[in-house]
């Protein structure tokens, strides 16, 4: 897809080559694929409003009652008291494992007989919460209330004796809360219908007769405009051109489609998530133990990353380049990447690249150029650059894509086990030796300041508490106070294991190239391998088990898991692009391409239009959707027109 050099004259008009059709095909795509972006960016605008209005119409009278001070993921309780004993109520989330109820207010005590009293509280509604009521001063059990709030609802419940040593509680729906979740809907519907008018629109378009007529009206506009430009002018000669003069053009190396549609997959995710995701809490981080849609996307990034060393690693020897070449390659990409993640992708870039009072120096792209520093250096000691003279009639032969490479995986194993040892045997002042949780009010309150352990502890040893990040996740559901960094040092190691697995899939690539069934097998061998050791490590439980997958700790299962995940998604990928071609891997293909210019323009100029704007309602999750969805989709316009032009920003 680079510049055409094509001769023109008016028989070359009349009688189009074959080179000439494919590449006005190329044009018509491209046009095509041009005008499907600029539609999904004014569709998406479209979706505000459409569910604003359904919003509004699903919530009823509710919108003449609600209360002013709610906000997104909120809702309005009243607790009507007809005891004749003070009410404390306190509440927990159901997400929060093992937590110290939270005081929520007092409801006074009856105080004129047959006129009970009241209290107002806003609860959260993002995950269901129990809610415990005791009497007050003798702190007696009276109820407890398990109970899933709906966004912006308006709730009573009713405090009534039933006996003399029994209280009843209920709850009341006074208003029906908002549906929160109809943006996605429509969200959903108008990217799947976007997708399916391309899809037909490119089946249409493959239609022989369809083709015939294109061209022919092709051919005719050709026609008349090379008789009015100068190349149809008496003063030059034109150039005959016919198929057996011109030789077809060499065939470009291949390339995997399949593993550029699984990085902008990761990207596109990642820039959505980073930008709000609507402010859904599933699209935010997991406070502490478990997974969500935004914990999938880096550790994949980073899987893709140890493919496209194996690859990259591979196509370099064979065309000579040495060893000591690509090992400076290495370093001086893997520098460039940290000093972008610390001058450029930093909050305090703003105060002056010299400002290193609060300066964060953990971050994704620093955790992506250790990662690739060390992966990429083990490869280069044990990769080959000719794969083909390799005995196939070994007993080995059918592992060879593992114990040709025996020494990094030693490596590998090693650097695992230092993890492991870390993080259950190194002494923390304070906690308990192995702690893996969140501190603040988990396990009872009894270790507040030792959030994440081991890893916490040598970030703040290592790095000092004003370098790191200043509000982990943690802190939504157990209210931690203490500094921790999800990008920490500890956590490094197991990104190179998830790194190193990515490898081992380029690996499979290279050795059974062209051989689809045999590459598709052993990612779905490695896929189940490492689900096996997740579900022994998890005891399939999201609390319980010997390892929880977390993303914070980038906790072994962590990565055991989503490695599993990223093995099936490429083989998902693999097939419908590279083996079938159901799928040409657009949109997501073109991010993939241009990854780190995305990544870091996204980071840049996220507060600039169009990918932010003053909304009207910032407490809407269709506005916030809205705006989301623009700025990836703008996103992935600007990727297209780069790879369009050919501007691909490589360090």
């Known amino acids: 897809m680079g510049k055409r050099n094509i001769n023109k004259n008016i028989q ?12 006005e095909s190329e044009m018509a795509n491209s046009r095509k694929y041009g005008m499907f972006y600029s539609s999904v960016i004014v569709s998406l605008i479209a979706i505000c409003v459409a569910t604003q209005k359904v919003e509004l119409s699903s919530s009823g009278i509710f919108q003449a009652q609600q209360h002013p001070k709610l906000k997104m993921d909120e809702a309005f309780l009243t607790v009507i008291n007809e005891l004749d004993t003070d009410v404390a109520v306190t509440w927990v989330s159901q997400r929060c494992y093992q937590c110290l109820y939270q005081e929520l207010g007092v409801v006074p005590a009856v105080t004129i007989p047959g006129q009970p009293s009241s209290e107002e509280f806003i609860v959260s509604t993002q995950h269901e919460i129990t809610l415990q009521f005791n009497s007050t001063p003798d702190s007696l059990d009276l109820c407890s ?45 108008v990217f799947a219908g976007l997708g399916l008018l391309s899809a037909l629109g490119r089946a249409i378009l493959a239609l022989d007769l369809v083709r015939g007529v294109l061209f022919r009206i092709g051919g005719t506009m050709e026609t008349e405009r090379l008789i009015n430009s100068e190349l149809g002018s008496p003063g030059r000669t034109a150039t005959l051109v016919t198929d057996n003069i011109l030789p077809p053009p060499p065939s470009p190396s291949k390339r995997l489609r399949s593993l550029d549609t699984f990085r902008g997959i990761s990207l ?4 959505f998530v980073n930008y709000g995701g609507g402010r859904y809490w599933f699209f935010r981080h997991e406070s502490w133990n478990g997974l969500t849609v935004a914990d999938l996307v880096f550790p994949w990034f980073v899987f893709i990353m140890g493919t496209s060393i194996a690859l990259s690693m591979n196509s370099m020897l064979r065309f000579g380049s040495s060893r000591t070449s690509l090992l400076k390659k290495v370093v001086w990409r893997s520098l460039q990447l940290f000093i972008i993640g610390i001058l450029i992708i930093n909050p305090n870039y703003c105060q002056g690249f010299l400002s290193w009072d609060n300066l964060r120096i953990p971050g994704v792209l620093q955790r992506l150029a250790w990662s690739y520093l060390v992966v990429a250096c083990l490869d280069l000691l044990v990769a080959r650059a000719h794969l083909d003279i390799l005995p196939t009639d070994a007993w080995w032969s059918s592992c060879v894509d593992v ?4 020494p990094a995986w030693i490596f590998v194993l090693l650097l695992e086990i230092v993890w492991l040892c870390l993080t259950f045997l190194l002494p923390v002042p304070d906690c308990p030796t192995g702690y893996l949780g969140p501190g603040g009010i988990g396990d009872m309150g009894m270790y507040s300041n030792c959030t994440g352990g081991a890893a916490g502890h040598i970030d703040r040893w290592l790095l000092g508490e004003n370098h790191i990040y200043q509000t ?42 062209d051989l689809h069934s045999s590459i598709i097998s052993r990612f779905l061998i490695w896929g189940l391998f490492l689900g096996i050791i997740s579900a022994v490590l998890t005891k399939c439980s999201t609390d319980q088990g010997f390892i929880p997958v977390n993303k914070n700790l980038w906790s072994l299962s962590y990565v055991t898991t989503l490695a599993c995940f990223a093995y099936v998604l490429l083989v998902l990928v693999y097939y419908t692009i590279d083996v079938k071609k159901w799928w040409s891997g657009a949109p997501f293909f073109y991010p993939g391409m241009n990854s780190i210019l995305v990544y870091v323009g996204h980071e840049v100029f996220e507060d600039y ?28 316009l600007i990727s297209y027109v780069l790879y369009r032009k050919k501007i691909f920003w490589k360090i």
């Open 609 to 636: 239009f169009p990918f932010r704007w003053r909304m009207h309602n910032t407490q809407s999750h269709a506005e916030h959707l809205t705006q989301n969805l623009v700025a990836v989709s703008c996103w992935v």
């Open 268 to 271: 596109s995710i990642m820039v």
């Open 472 to 513: 982990p996740s943690a802190r939504v559901i157990y209210d931690t106070h203490v500094p921790y960094d999800p990008e920490g040092v500890l956590g490094s190691i197991n990104s190179i294991v998830m790194a190193f697995l990515g490898l081992q899939a380029g690996k499979i690539i290279l050795h059974y190239r």
């Open 12 to 23: 070359g008009a009349t009688s189009v080559a074959a080179p000439e059709k494919a590449q």
């Open 145 to 189: 209330v398990p109970f899933h709030f709906g966004e912006q609802g308006n709730y009573s419940l009713w405090l009534k004796n039933i006996s003399n040593s029994a209280v009843n509680c209920s709850i009341v729906t006074d208003a029906d809360p908002v549906n929160s979740y109809i943006p996605i809907l429509v969200a959903f519907l």
């Open 403 to 406: 114990l040709l490479y025996w």
